[in-house]
């Protein structure tokens, strides 16, 4: 199994709802439909529905291919917080002149 300790739960709640909608969108869900103005789903019907479930080797090759795009994201999310405050910091020196740039 890949370490998943190394993801944060909120990747992993992301992975597992797409994970989950993917799977939704296979069924065919127009038999428990109700509503004509406003189609709705009741949890009742919802519930009735064979949803497929991916096989635990299934689930474990997508995590494997799917964890190194986790921690790709988080390290870009750190670099941008450290290049939002280095704008933040610089921008207002450099509209007041205190500091310029060599050309």
């Known amino acids: 199994m890949s370490e998943w300790r190394e993801t944060t739960l909120g990747e992993v709640i992301t992975f597992?709802?797409?994970?989950?909608?993917?799977?939704?969108?296979?069924?065919?869900i127009s038999?428990?439909?109700?509503?004509?103005?406003?189609p709705k789903i009741n949890q009742e019907n919802?519930?009735?529905?064979?949803?497929?479930l991916p096989s635990p080797k299934s689930v474990e090759a997508?995590?494997?291919m799917i964890e190194p795009?986790?921690?790709k994201t988080l390290s870009n999310s750190t670099q941008?917080?450290?290049l939002q405050k280095l704008r933040d910091t610089l921008l207002p020196k450099l509209i007041s002149g205190e500091?310029?740039?060599m050309q």
Not at 31 to 38: D, F, L, P, R, S
Not at 46 to 52: A, C, T, W
């Open 16 to 28: 597992q709802r797409g994970f989950d909608i993917r799977q939704l969108d296979q069924c065919n």
């Open 69 to 71: 795009l986790f921690k």
């Open 31 to 38: 038999h428990i439909v109700t509503g004509a103005a406003q």
């Open 46 to 52: 919802l519930k009735s529905l064979d949803i497929p």
């Open 62 to 64: 997508a995590t494997i």
């Open 99 to 101: 500091v310029r740039v």
């Open 80 to 82: 941008i917080q450290t």
